[in-house]
C-alpha cells in the first residue's frame, strides 16, 4: 500500500497562486509515476497533470502554462504550482500514484492509490 496526503490547499483569489503538496509513504516513491486530478461539484474527475518516474510531464490543456508538476523523489513528494488561478479552477485536487513509473496517464483508471483531497477555492 501506498498513502498519499495533499495539502496547501484553501481559498485564493482570481489571478493568484498555490502550491499543493503531496507526501508518499508506504511503497517506493521514485519508482512511480504521479498525476493530479481535480473535482468540482457536480461534475466528473478530471485529469490536471502528470509526471513520470523520470520528471516527463503532462498537462491538461486547461491548465496548461499556468500550472506546474514536479517531484522530489528524496522527499517523496510531488508538488503542483498552480499560478494564474481563475474560479473554474475551484475543485478538490487529488494526487495519485501509478506503479507502472514510465507512464503518465491522463487517465483516472490507470492509477492504483489516491489520497483524501485538498479544496482549492478561487473567489473571482
Known amino acids: 500500500q501506498m498513502q498519499l496526503v495533499e495539502s496547501g490547499g484553501g481559498l485564493v483569489q482570481a489571478g493568484g497562486s498555490l502550491r499543493l503538496s503531496c507526501a508518499a509513504s508506504?511503497?517506493?516513491?521514485?519508482?512511480?509515476?504521479m498525476g493530479w486530478f481535480r473535482q468540482a461539484p457536480g461534475k466528473e474527475r478530471e485529469f490536471v497533470a502528470a509526471?513520470?518516474?523520470?520528471?516527463?510531464?503532462y498537462y491538461a490543456d486547461s491548465v496548461k502554462g499556468r500550472f506546474t508538476i514536479s517531484r522530489d523523489n528524496a522527499k517523496n513528494t510531488v508538488y503542483l504550482q498552480m499560478n494564474s488561478l481563475k474560479p473554474e479552477d475551484t475543485a478538490v485536487y487529488y494526487c495519485?500514484?501509478?506503479?507502472?513509473?514510465?507512464?503518465?496517464?491522463?487517465?483516472?483508471?490507470?492509477?492504483?492509490?489516491w489520497g483524501q483531497g485538498t479544496q482549492v477555492t478561487v473567489s473571482s
Open positions: 495519485a500514484a501509478d506503479r507502472f513509473g514510465g507512464r503518465y496517464s491522463s487517465k483516472a483508471s490507470g492509477y492504483d492509490y
Open positions: 508506504g511503497r517506493t516513491f521514485s519508482e512511480y509515476a
Open positions: 509526471i513520470s518516474w523520470r520528471g516527463n510531464t
